[in-house]
Each structure stands twice: as structure tokens, then as C-alpha cells.
């Protein structure tokens, strides 16, 4: 019999109104989670790692 294992999954960050969180897929690829409001947008890693340099990018321009 095939045994399943608990979600694993960690907050990475979060505020009043904002959370990010990660968890590990039966697959074992991690994904991370991004949940405004009522919306949860969700990344597997190489579509987090841009989504970061892209805002890494705005935070820059909006300091000119």
C-alpha cells in the first residue's frame, strides 16, 4: 500500500493584507503561492525567480 505524506509547506512572507507562502508538489517541485485578497496566483520556481526580477525592476524605477 502506498503511504501519502502530509503537504509540506512554509510562509515565506507576510503582511496585513499580502502572504507568500511555499510548498513542496507530489512531484517534489516547490511552488510558491502569492495571495491577494481573494486571488492566489501560483508560481513553480523559474516563474518565481522572474517574478522577482520583475519586481525587483519596478521597486527600481519607481525610485527614479
Do not use: C, R
Not at 507576510?14 to 511552488?31: A, P, Q, R
Not at 525587483?56 to 525610485?63: L, R, T
Amino acid at each position: 500500500m502506498t503511504e501519502l505524506s502530509e503537504p509540506k509547506y512554509e510562509v515565506v512572507a507576510e503582511t496585513e493584507n499580502f502572504i507568500v507562502w511555499k510548498g513542496e508538489e507530489t512531484d517534489g517541485e516547490i511552488s510558491y503561492h502569492l495571495e491577494v485578497g481573494n486571488a492566489m496566483l501560483t508560481f513553480y520556481t523559474e516563474e518565481w525567480i522572474e517574478m522577482l526580477t520583475l519586481m525587483k525592476e519596478v521597486i527600481q524605477q519607481s525610485g527614479k
